[in-house]
């Protein structure tokens, strides 16, 4: 069962800065293997289910370390009919999609 997550994570308690502490979400997003993308606001991983509902709680582990109160924000997409590669594969549908003459 592939999914596409889609989470934000961050401390609520630290100041107003808080890219070191995404950083260290990422690395474990990157240690896990996973495809994933990171965006301004978020990060997209896929897998199976039990993969990418470990790496979060890994993340959200991992933070409330050092913070006292943490924001997480989640969404799936799971499709039954679906293959790996959906994350490429929903953008490429779209921008083929697109016109390509803007004039």
């Known amino acids: ?10 401390p609520t308690d630290v100041g107003e800065s808080k ?3 995404v950083a260290k ?4 997003i990157k240690d896990s293997g ?5 965006g301004s606001m978020g990060t997209t991983i896929e897998g199976e289910w039990d993969e990418v509902m470990a790496v979060v709680t890994d993340c959200f582990n991992t933070m409330k370390k050092d913070c006292n109160r943490v924001f997480t924000g989640i ?11 959906r994350m490429i594969k929903k953008i ?3 921008e083929s999609k697109l016109e390509t003459d803007h004039s």
């Open 1 to 10: 069962m592939s999914v596409l997550l889609e989470f934000s994570m961050f």
């Open 19 to 21: 890219s070191k502490y």
């Open 25 to 28: 979400s990422i690395q474990i």
């Open 34 to 38: 996973l495809k994933y993308t990171m």
């Open 75 to 85: 969404k799936i997409d799971y499709r039954k009919d679906s293959s790996s590669g």
């Open 92 to 94: 490429a549908s779209v």
